[in-house]
């Protein structure tokens, strides 16, 4: 049996899984050293790691979409909406996941 909302909270959810997912797409459209640079650029740290990498995605989401109390979080099968006990998880792009992993840094 599928779950109803149970408060606002719980409608917001669409609204909200579709601007995230809008702009999971237009970083996805990038390439890979593009939206590194995008996501990079201001940044001043010697070593990069995955944990930074995930939390600047999220952090730029978050500066995009207003969330309400939803939660964003990097999962294994892409990015997660948290709410209490409720969950879902947005597909990401090729360049978002590879960017995610590591496979370039900010353009010289």
Same mark, same amino acid.
Do not use: F
């Given at each position: 049996?599928a779950?109803i909302p149970?408060?606002?909270? @719980?409608?917001? +959810?669409?609204?909200?899984a579709?601007a995230?997912?809008?702009?999971i797409?237009?970083f996805?459209?990038?390439p890979? @050293?593009k939206?590194?640079?995008r996501l990079?650029?201001?940044? @001043?740290?010697?070593?990069i790691?995955?944990?930074?990498?995930?939390?600047?995605?999220v952090?730029?989401?978050?500066? =995009?979409?207003?969330?309400g109390?939803?939660? +964003?979080s990097?999962?294994? =099968?892409? +990015?997660? +909406?948290t709410?209490?006990?409720? &969950?879902l998880v947005?597909?990401?792009?090729?360049?978002?996941r590879?960017?995610?992993?590591?496979?370039?840094? &900010?353009p010289?």
């Open positions: 049996m779950a149970h408060d606002i909270t @719980d409608l917001r +959810l669409a609204p909200i579709l995230v997912d809008a702009v797409e237009e996805g459209r990038l890979v @050293d939206l590194a640079w990079e650029s201001h940044r @001043d740290v010697p070593e790691t995955r944990a930074d990498r995930e939390c600047w995605l952090a730029q989401i978050e500066s =995009r979409v207003e969330v109390s939803w939660q +964003l990097i999962d294994d =099968r892409g +990015l997660r +909406l709410h209490k006990d409720h &969950t947005l597909g990401m792009p090729a360049p978002v590879s960017y995610i992993d590591g496979g370039v840094g &900010t010289v």
